[in-house]
């Protein structure tokens, strides 16, 4: 998923706090009173986030600040723990096929809307379609997440135009069936991912519902009840939620400020409850000395998540692969992660990051990145001449690197362009972007190098590989590789675990070694302050948060 990636998929301690105002007053939790007795703590949840969501559609979601909210609002039929196990959501049950190919969800009878309608299976297919339809526009960036479903993918291409034609039906108002195309051993947990999420019926016909709060009927543990731009959005609990009863927050209040330092401020000062990745920020200059301050409240946990630079691939000077290469091996890493990021983070010469399973352990683990390439200033020298002899380059074009406003980013943006003015001898200016003109200069492919984050949104390598290829509503490099389609096809449809772990590693050789479609940075970490009292929040291995559980303890 962009940060994040998508990533944009798909934020985290450069990516998140960007893939992605002033905090409000301070609502001390401290209820003590003189007389030495107490009142319960006031259940109101507060956290940044450090970039405005662009959409509340989940069929237009794509980066990691909307998967925060949307976590919040809507469920889907099923919902992950912080282990990334699969547990009941709308669907308090399920059946799979002995081959794989058929599931059908039971839903939950007192599961309902936020305006007291009944959930049906109904209104999973409608927003399944909603997803699929090729005249839904823009173009839902997921759509192919739904490809595993039979006729869904040939639906989506205007090959078919009978809906009744793609494996998804309500059986009755609370029996959904699904027909996958092939087995799908992670189907059931995808299920739990945002462009999966049932929307309200009322939404036809209604082009601006996902941007009015008075039009956005949700099926989640909390309703949107206000959205100020560039200010505050804040969720209160759905009292029509059928798990009701183990929700403990009354609110979630999330102020909108890009600003790191702002925002461990707030935290200090009592104002937040929650500071850091992946909806918010730690300035990276200041990790080592809050680790320090606060040991009990620092948390920095390893997560599937991949910064890197993307270039785009037919943009000059970037459509030839050579120059690309240059640019990826001129840059040093270690150095990135030991002074300027700060957050543990592992250098990264692949695109799948560690804990994504392989065929028996994990696949960083059985596919060595270090095989692709290695940094080497002299040979990246060379790599740029070689690249600009076969362009008819005597200079390079004018270069620019773009990056979501983040001191983060920017910190690391700088010290790329310098790595490659003292390696290469090419000057590259940076250049900051508000998040939703970030990620439309991206899908438009309108520049040279972006940072990127791409974080997983199930454990497979799958959700890492599949989005290079040709017209993947992710791929804003403008890569298209008829073999790296082909291997992904292959690795879709292949039982046998050995054998797609091989075509992963191709796909991945391909991407990496031979086309450079990226440079990798590094591997992420989630860098995160918790006030001693907040209890109950999940992250998971691939570094999205959950908040719906989280309660206040007296303090």
């Known amino acids: 998923m962009k940060r994040k990636s998508l990533l944009v998929l798909l934020t985290l301690v450069l990516a998140f706090g960007t893939v992605l105002a002033a905090c409000g007053s301070d609502n001390s939790n401290d209820s003590s009173q003189g007389d ?88 999973f297919v409608f927003a399944w379609k909603r997803v699929l339809d090729p005249a839904t526009s823009p173009a839902p960036p997921y759509s192919y ?8 993918e040939e639906y989506n291409a205007g090959e078919i135009t009978d809906f009744s034609q793609v494996g998804v039906k309500a059986v009755d108002e609370h029996t959904l069936k699904v027909t996958l ?31 009015n709060k008075d039009s956005m009927i949700t099926n989640g543990a909390f309703t949107l009840t206000q959205w100020t731009t560039g200010q505050k959005i804040e969720v209160t609990k759905n009292e029509q939620y059928w798990d009701k009863d183990n929700i403990k927050l009354s609110k979630i209040d999330m102020s909108l400020t890009p600003s790191g330092a702002t925002e461990l401020s707030s935290y200090r000062s009592g104002e937040l409850d929650y500071a850091g990745h992946p909806n918010g920020e730690i300035p990276t200059d200041q990790i080592p000395g809050v680790s320090k301050e ?23 000077p970037f459509q030839n692969a050579k120059i690309r290469k240059a640019f990826a091996m001129a840059l040093s890493r270690q150095p990135i992660v030991d002074n300027v990021t700060l957050g543990g983070q592992i250098p990264a010469y692949g695109f ?12 960083r683990e059985e596919v060595k990145d270090a095989e692709y390439f290695q940094e080497n200033a002299d040979e990246a020298k060379k790599l740029l001449e070689e690249g600009m002899k076969e362009e008819g380059y005597t200079t390079l074009p004018k270069i620019t690197l773009i990056y979501n406003s983040s001191e983060a980013h920017q910190k690391l943006a700088v010290a790329a362009a310098n790595m490659w003015k003292t390696v290469l001898g090419v000057e590259v200016a940076t250049q900051n972007q ?20 791409w974080s997983a949104d199930y454990n497979d390598p799958m959700t890492f590989m599949d989005i290079w290829t040709t017209g993947n509503g992710n791929n804003d490099s403008g890569y298209a590789n008829p073999e790296y389609d082909a291997l992904i096809e292959k690795a879709a449809g292949e039982k046998d675990l050995a054998k797609r772990n091989e075509y992963f590693a191709q796909a991945e050789k391909i991407l990496i070694q031979d086309d450079m479609v990226i440079a990798p940075v590094y591997y992420y970490t989630n860098v995160s302050l918790t006030k001693p009292n907040l209890k109950g929040v999940s992250l998971d291995f691939s570094g999205a948060i959950d908040f719906t559980r989280a309660y206040l303890e007296s303090k």
């Open 181 to 211: 195309k092939d087995p799908t051993p992670y189907f059931l947990g995808l299920t739990s991912f945002y462009t999966y999420y049932p929307v309200h019926q009322s939404v036809e016909d209604n082009d601006k519902w996902a941007t």
């Open 294 to 316: 606060l040991p009990e409240e620092f948390h920095s946990t390893g997560i599937a998540t991949t910064y890197y630079y993307m270039f785009n691939t037919t943009a000059e």
């Open 145 to 152: 997440q739904l490809y595993y479903i039979s006729g869904a």
């Open 36 to 123: 030495g007795s107490s009142t319960p703590t006031e259940q109101v949840l507060r956290i940044n986030l450090s970039a405005e969501p662009p959409t509340f559609d989940p069929a237009q979601a794509q980066d990691s600040q909307t998967n925060t909210v949307l976590k919040t609002m809507y469920e889907g039929l099923v919902r992950t723990d912080s282990e990334g196990n699969v547990i009941a959501g709308v669907a308090e049950d399920w059946e799979i096929s002995e081959d794989g190919l058929i599931y059908k969800f039971k839903l939950r009878e007192d599961a309902k809307w936020s305006n007291g309608d009944a959930v049906t299976a109904n209104d």
């Open 434 to 453: 508000e998040w939703g003109v970030f990620l439309e200069t991206r899908n438009n492919l309108n520049y040279q190098i972006s940072r990127a984050g």
């Open 352 to 363: 799948v990051p560690p804990g994504i399973k392989g065929e028996s352990a994990q696949f």
